[in-house]
Nanobody, 121 residues
Framework: VQLQASGGGLVQTGGSLRLSCAAS????????LGWFRQAPGKEREFVGT????????VYVDSVKGRFTISRENEKNTVYLQMNSLKPEDTAVYYC???????????????WGQGTLVTVSS
């Protein structure tokens, strides 16, 4: 699976962005899709994940109620809607595909190239 993330940019505190991740190469609906982020000088951390059908999602506590993951299997695309953004959300955001509904990055087999989100204070 090849993943291509897009939609990052510069936004003010309290603003919104929607990231997209388009997939190609294999049957999209066979994979759990996750979003991770990596801030400068920090390890890559789990943001959220969505199940194969899209019926279930899990988020890290710091983004609950602000971020929403969705997917459109017919378009081979997963989204990360980010609202009420904070400066601490600044990071490179990565989409990933795997076979396990998990928050562990090691469970994801395929990774996109990342898209930078910068939230100004």
């Amino acid at each position: 699976v090849q993943l291509q993330a897009s939609g990052g940019g510069l936004v003010q505190t309290g603003g919104s962005l929607r990231l997209s991740c388009a997939a190609s190469g294999r049957t999209f609906s066979n994979y759990v899709l996750g979003w991770f982020r990596q801030a400068p000088g920090k390890e890559r951390e789990f943001v959220g994940t969505i199940s194969w059908s899209g019926s279930s999602t899990v988020y890290v506590d710091s983004v609950k109620g602000r971020f929403t993951i969705s997917r459109e299997n017919e378009k081979n695309t997963v989204y990360l809607q980010m609202n009420s953004l904070k400066p601490e959300d600044t990071a490179v955001y990565y989409c990933a595909a795997g076979g396990s509904y998990s928050h562990h990055k090691d469970h994801y087999l395929y990774w996109g190239q990342g898209t930078l989100v910068t939230v100004s204070s």
